[in-house]
């Protein structure tokens, strides 16, 4: 039965999917056709647009979900269940750990720092984050495998076919939840790490720029502030996003009461969603086209009257 309630939370729903999607897709199209034209890209712009489609493909699951859970339950077969749940993580994965490549490159690109070290990564940038992602993987592919499994073992048991099996199912339970608090809190704790990091960078400048006598608001300054802002807001827009998650896994009987079965897929569209006008924002050749866009679409509808 539609009520009052699942009517206003589907319309949220409906409306944070439609500009996460544009938010997402303008990201893409932009940079696709600055390809294009240039015959290159930049690092930078690769890892946003690949961040964008990662994130198309996270909000298309999610409202999948959505609708299968609330307005058509009869198809929601086990089977359908672990195929959805596989496409969700896998979408989830990249969207994270891409934003979290993002928050490494700004942090190997932007900081200065006298550690060999430090140093050494910083003339590797881009392998480094190609080995992060790659090392990544291997907690997408465990993941992938309990999944399955999981979702292979209670196939079998709904149809009669096999044995209950406990332990078998526990041990599958904490793999599953220990995966997934791996595979969210590390990129988490590497972001805010760089975030440290960039403020401990900029406070050695502005110490520096002090000592000598210049201003603050030189190029360096800016840069610092313009990135650190970009991680902050992945920050916190990922940790409320991840609450919302744990609170799901751990309480899985509060899912299927109403209330919060309406609230929580609304909440969860917001991150995805939110933080690609946050890149959009942050990237001046992403504004520029997007303010270029809304005089255009200006234009055209004082036409129209």
């Known amino acids: 039965m539609i009520t009052l309630l699942s009517t206003i939370f589907s319309v949220l729903g409906i409306i944070q999917f439609v500009l996460g999607n544009f938010a997402n897709g303008f990201i893409a199209l932009v940079n696709c056709i600055d390809w294009v034209k240039r015959q290159k890209i930049s ?50 994965h990249y969207s994270t750990w891409l934003a979290t490549s993002l928050s490494i490159f700004y942090l190997l690109k932007i900081a200065n720092f006298s550690s060999l070290t430090f140093l050494h990564l910083k003339l590797r940038v881009k392998s480094v984050v190609l080995m992060m992602l790659l090392g990544a993987s291997f907690i997408l592919v465990l993941q992938v495998v309990v999944i399955s499994v999981s979702g292979t073992m209670q196939r079998s048991e709904y149809e009669g076919n096999f044995t209950q099996k406990t332990k078998l199912r526990d041990i599958l339970w904490l793999s599953h939840v220990t995966l997934f608090i791996l595979g969210n809190l590390i990129p988490f704790i590497m972001s805010l790490t760089s975030f440290l990091l960039l403020i401990f960078s900029l406070w050695k400048h502005l110490r520096k720029m002090q000592l000598n006598g210049k201003e603050f608001q030189d190029l360096s300054t800016k840069v610092h502030i313009k990135a650190m802002q970009a991680v902050i807001s992945f920050l916190l827009l990922f940790a409320f996003y991840f609450l919302v998650l744990i609170i799901s896994i751990w309480s899985p009987k509060k899912m299927h009461e109403e209330p919060f079965l309406l609230l929580f897929p609304t909440v969860e569209v917001i991150y995805p969603s ?27 509808l004082k036409d129209r009257k």
Do not use: E
């Open 274 to 300: 939110v933080h690609s006008f946050i890149l959009i924002w942050g990237n001046r050749k992403l504004t520029q086209a997007f303010l270029l866009f809304l005089w255009q679409l200006g234009c055209w």
């Open 43 to 92: 690092s930078t712009d690769g890892i946003v647009t690949a961040v964008a489609v990662s994130r198309i493909v996270l909000l298309y699951v999610m409202v999948i979900h959505w609708y299968l859970i609330l307005l058509n339950p009869a198809l929601y077969s086990l089977k359908v269940r672990t195929i959805v749940h596989v496409a969700w993580t896998i979408s989830n």
